[in-house]
């Protein structure tokens, strides 16, 4: 079983849309939570950065972390277009040098 | 320059064959870190460096792996003697203090495949 498990996908939603995208994990170790947005050839960019539980919103953009249910989630409101991407979710520990990540969801927002 | 920049951005190889990719961080980022990112899969962290230095070689996955960094800048990702199972994307990333600072900047990747 890996560390941190993500639905594959691929989500295909319409545009306007609210997205739910979600990741479970089994190390209680970890601390802070992270999502990346990757677009196609391209590496992995920061989109939400959230330090133990808690939400954080930035724009269209919520991050909730559930550290008793091990479980993330990253809401996209009124999706666009754009947003058609993979989204990777990364959490990591207090000690470790390493980020964990998900296998990532591939989301499709057709217009 | 502005971004994290990795050459070649292909490099198709023959099994058995030796390869070199590099990576070249932000300036003035001192931590620099290889990933691995399999058709489907999750990244898979390979090494981690603090300027020259690499306190963390837990995943690289042989002796056939290697890295190096010079001048607390570039860095170079050695696979030797490349088998099949070696082709993906390797991604570097860089960020500007290290592990406690969360924020990774992440290059293009170099996609490889051996055939």
């Known amino acids: 079983q890996k560390e941190v498990e993500q639905d594959p996908g691929p989500l295909s939603v319409p545009e306007g849309a609210i997205v739910s995208l979600n990741c479970t994990y089994s190390?209680?170790?970890?601390?802070?939570f992270m999502w990346y947005r990757q677009y196609s050839r391209k590496g992995p960019e920061l989109l939400m950065y959230t330090y133990s539980s808690g939400n954080k919103e930035d724009g269209r953009f919520t991050a909730q972390v559930d550290k008793s249910s091990k479980y993330i989630s990253l809401f996209i409101r009124d999706s666009q277009p754009s947003d058609s991407a993979t989204y990777l979710c990364a959490m990591k520990n207090n000690a470790g040098n390493m980020l964990t990540f998900g296998g990532g969801t591939r989301l499709m927002v057709k217009p | 320059g502005a971004g994290v920049s990795q050459s070649p951005s292909n490099k198709v190889t023959e099994k058995g064959k030796d390869v070199e990719l590099r990576c070249d961080p932000i300036?003035?980022?001192?931590?620099l870190y290889w990933y691995r990112q399999s058709l489907g899969q999750g990244l898979e962290f390979l090494i981690y460096?603090?300027?020259?230095?690499?306190?963390?070689k837990s995943g690289l996955p042989s002796d056939r792996f290697s890295a190096e960094r010079t001048g607390g800048s570039v860095s170079t990702l050695t696979i030797q003697r490349t088998q099949q199972e070696d082709s993906a994307v390797y991604l570097c990333?860089?960020?500007?203090?290290?592990?406690?600072?969360?924020?990774?900047?992440f290059g293009s990747g170099t996609q490889l495949s051996v055939l």
């Open positions: 300036s003035g980022h001192t931590a």
């Open positions: 190390n209680s170790a970890f601390q802070y």
């Open positions: 460096f603090q300027g020259n230095s690499a306190p963390d």
């Open positions: 990333a860089s960020s500007l203090t290290g592990p406690t600072n969360e924020k990774l900047f």
